[in-house]
């Protein structure tokens, strides 16, 4: 199946797609960034994989800079769409047109944390269990019906940093296995707020 990976930063989540690409049945048609200094783009090219920069500031509105994704999107023939540590909230109208086939990782365990500085917001409430889910992207930010999600143990000799990594190394290993359950379609979105696996609600 084709698909896009949309990013912003360093592209650890994006290298363990690359990494499981063959596996998980997934042609990465074309890599995004929102930053032309985004290290995930020199690790895309090392795989010899095409990249695409469409920086929001240089358009007058969302939408503008987002029809340029979706053209990119289109030329490359992908039906998937992964934002990994994509840091641009899209338009209504990218949305309405990809629904159910846009994919997020977010740093926490969702519905909790929402948004950014996850792993310190989840020290200051001194929560025990904290962790990465995945979702499929609707209008609502980070508010998409969650398919799967991966657990750590806060200690208390956690900081944010520490905290960050352990989760993210659940991050490398639970996102390319949904992608996957999606390229075999065994994941659907139904009436924009559940998640079929395997036919059945979840
Ligand atoms: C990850 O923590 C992901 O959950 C969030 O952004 C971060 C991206 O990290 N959406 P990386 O760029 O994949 O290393």
């Known amino acids: ?27 990465i048609s074309c890599v995004i960034s929102s930053n032309s200094d985004a290290y995930g783009l020199k690790r895309a090219e090392k795989a010899g994989i095409a ?4 920086d929001h500031q240089l358009f007058d509105s969302r939408f503008k ?38 994919l997020n990782i977010h740093p926490s365990l969702l519905p909790k944390f929402k948004g950014l500085n996850t792993h310190q917001r989840a020290i200051d409430a001194a929560e025990k269990i904290h962790g ?4 499929f992207v609707t209008e609502e930010l980070d508010g998409g019906p969650v398919i799967a999600q991966s657990s750590v143990e806060i200690d208390s000799t956690d900081n944010a940093k520490s905290l960050a990594s352990k989760v993210l190394n659940k991050e490398h290993i639970l996102y390319p ?21 395997d036919g059945q609600i979840i």
Do not use: C
């Open 65 to 102: 800079a987002d029809k340029e994704i979706m053209k990119v999107i289109d030329d490359s023939r992908a039906v998937v769409i992964i934002l990994a540590g994509y840091l641009r909230i899209l338009s209504p109208e990218f949305i309405e047109k990809y629904i159910g086939k846009i």
């Open 1 to 27: 199946m084709n698909g896009v990976v949309l990013i912003s930063g360093n592209g650890s989540n994006l290298q363990s797609i690359i990494d499981n690409a063959s596996g998980i049945d997934l042609n």
């Open 51 to 54: 990249t695409a920069v469409i």
């Open 132 to 135: 990465a889910s995945v979702h």
């Open 177 to 197: 296995k949904i992608i996957h359950w999606y390229t075999q379609g065994k994941i659907k979105l139904i009436d924009n707020q559940n998640v079929q696996l």
